[in-house]
């Protein structure tokens, strides 16, 4: 029998696309999906067949200074939930409400604060979903920190501590998520578990949309986390003439990328990638975001093709390799494609993201401040290395047949059930 079935998500096109391949899925089931989240991706949504409502605050997306602040390892979480999120928290609490009338179920993104607040209200089944492993937040698998990325370096006491910081974070963060009990206060409802730990995740499952290659289940997990693998949607664009012809012309390129969010924070990525390749003599694209400042400076030899964005899933197979910021998007695509990665985490899980392919031998790790074309001509230098061609394949038959929309929808049907 078809459901009415709200997703609900926020954030960049790294967000976006698995939840519109996960509503692609239950269509092809016979379900009817409504893809809730922000108003400016109302065109990527319905060019799908699918039905789009506007949930939760927009963003100016020429505004660079924003994403400079947004990516800042330190600040850069705190000014998404505290500036950007809670203060339409109540507003988006109404928008969920029109946009899930009649719905028979309820799929929530981590930082969807309305959702499981309106799902208890209304006794709305619901599940809630990750896109990362560091949001589980486990003492048994630590999570990398992005204001400390070394400090499970450190010998002896790094690991220990790396495991209590989840402590430390509950307790800075309670102040910023008064909005959240502020608003179950208003609705009658009592305040509530903590919205960034166990308050974000659903008595009735937690579906883990990525691989299992990046993180075993733990015994302090939430209850009922499924595991789907990743949850793939590229776009109905292809490889643009210029880019095809590039790519037909000579060896397999290095692509450098930094998604969608960090790509407006990229300082001199672009300008070093180039220098980088230039010293190996080798190809390269890079995706600048179409941002005039990320264009290296000086004529570039032909060898070197710029290019404003590119669909990743037909880019990065025909690939040497991949240098990006190991977001969750990007990074699936990566893992999928079968080739070595240079790990470059600007913020949020990206840190954690990187570690966990570094020790999966499929990657190596270098933070933006150390971002130079000596290092980078070096670090590229290492991936040539048979075993990290060797293991990015082993990992990425793992990810291929994974299967994780249809793995998802059908978890999703199983909980309707």
Known sequence: MSKRIVITCWGSHGDLFPYIGLALALKKRGHAPVLATMPLYQPNVEQEGLEFAAVGPTVDVTDLSLFERIMDPRRGSEVIIR?????KLRETYEQLQRAAAGADFIVSHPICYATPVFAERERLPWVSSTLAPMLFFSRYDPAVIPMMPRLQDVPLIGPWLSSRAPALMRGVTREWMKPVAALRSELGMPPGAHPLFEGQFSPLGTLALYSRVLAKPQRDWPPNVMSTGCVFYNGPDGLDAKLEAFLAAGPAPVVFTLGTSAVGAAGRFYHESAAAVQQLGLRAVLLTGGIEQNKPDGPLPDSVLLVDRAPHQML??????????????????VLRSGKPMLAVPHGHDQFDNARRVTKLGVARTVFPKEYTATRVAHE?????????????????????????ADAAAAAIEQLLR
């Open 380 to 404: 590229l230098t290492l991936l040539l290395d048979a075993p990290y061609r060797q293991r990015a394949e082993e990992v990425a038959a793992v990810v291929r047949q994974e299967g994780g």
């Open 316 to 333: 990065f197979p025909r690939a040497f390799a991949v240098v990006h910021q190991v977001g969750a998007g990007t990074l699936g695509q």
């Open 83 to 87: 500036e950007m999120l809670l203060p």
